[in-house]
Each structure stands twice: as C-alpha cells, then as structure tokens.
C-alpha cells in the first residue's frame, strides 16, 4: 500500500511502499492459451526460446522466465515474462489500454547460467528483477509501463557488485520490430512489452527532476538501448 503520494520535480508521482500487509495469494496460472500466445509472439520476433526459468512456489501470479540465447543475428540473451498479464494491472484514468505487460532484459552472450553461477546474486540478479517487477503491480494494486523507474532500495544500491547502477526504468525495446511492441490477444486485450534497463542514480534524479524527454534524449545521443552493458557510460556525468 501507498504510504503517500510525493511528487518529483517534474511533476510526476512518486508511489513510496510498505511491505505487504495482506498474506500469501493462491496465484494466477492464466487462461488457456494465453502463455502459447505471448510464447508464439516472442518466438516469431525474437528467436526460438531454449529453456525457461519455471517457478516452483508462486504468490499472486506465476511468473516464469524464458531464456533465447544469442544467435548471429541477436548476439546477446533475451529474457522474457510470462505471467505478469495474467490479471490486469490498476491502471489510471487514461491509461486503461495498457493493463496487460510482460517484462524482458537483454543480457550480453557471455552472461553466466549455469545452476551454480545462480546461485551468485551478481548473474541472477536479471532474473530476480524480472520476477519482483512483474508480481510488484498485483502485489500492491498499482502498476508499471513505459517510463515508470524504481530504485535499488532506498537509499538505492547497485543492482549487483559488477556495475554502479542503481535502479531501472521500463521502456519499449528498441533492437526489435515495431510489431513486437504489443500483441493483441485477440478479444479487445492488448500485451504490451517493456525493456528493463538499468540507470544510474544521476539517470534517475534526472528523470525525477526533469521528465525522461532530457534522459530519453541522452540514451539517443550515446547509442543506449536494451542490451545490458555493466560497464556503459553514465550518460549525465562528463569525460
């Protein structure tokens, strides 16, 4: 639940959250078909899925993620959700068309999987993000979309110990074609797909103070988009 509504500088809310008051939910599991849908989707635009990451104890809705490897064309992992558009999310007047999302990440083709290399929050660190987001709009009746950010904790801390990010924004993934964007499920419900893409702190305080237009505007000008580099440039500091 919302402790409060704050407003950034730039005029946007900023939705502050307490641990979950209400217990453990049996999860959603989907209608019948739907997972194929987004799978088929997925598969037609971005290449075939080699294995996926299934949740074995769910709470609200079951989130599982699914794992393309990198292919001469795509050089570099995908990760996708399925689940997160198992109920619709609480979205505000306005924005009623966008209450079904799935989350995806795009990691670099030397990313680590094995079951011990999990086990190192450093290479799993994607997956706990993807997971944690997509349940976080059921869990608290709220939702994300296009631009929405969310700190590392508060105060915010690096995302793992490789990088200096501390937090992520959602945006729709640029190395893909623009019919990737949404599916429509064929009975007025549309699925949107959304990028996560780590910020660094600076990233973020200029998000909240100015609008993501001035962000949006640097990751154009340094060539920033979906494909995680732990080391990239922080684009709102000199040299």
Known sequence: MSKSTEYSESGYPIYRYNDRQNNWQPPEYGEVGWSE????????HLGEIDSVFHEILSDVVHIDVHVIKPTP???YYTLFTTG????????????????????MICLPPDWRFTQED???????????????????PHEYDTW??????MPNGDPAEPLSQQMEM???????????????????????????FYAVIPLYSEEMDLK??????PLLDKFE???????????RRNTCKAG
């Open 84 to 103: 997160m558009s198992f109920k619709a999310m609480n979205t505000p007047e306005g924005a009623e068309e966008y209450e079904y999302a799935e989350l």
């Open 73 to 75: 064309k795509r050089n």
């Open 37 to 44: 849908k987004i799978e088929d989707h997925v598969r037609q």
């Open 118 to 136: 999990l086990h190192n929050p450093d290479y799993y660190w994607p997956i706990r993000w993807l997971k944690m987001l997509a349940r976080f």
């Open 221 to 231: 000008a340094y060539g920033i988009n979906e494909i995680v580099d732990l080391n």
């Open 166 to 192: 501390t937090g992520i924004i959602l945006l729709p993934p640029l190395e893909v074609d623009e019919e990737f964007l949404s599916l429509d499920m064929g009975d007025g419900r549309t699925v949107h």
């Open 144 to 149: 994300l979309g296009w631009e929405h950010t």
């Open 208 to 213: 909240l103070k100015h609008g993501s237009d």
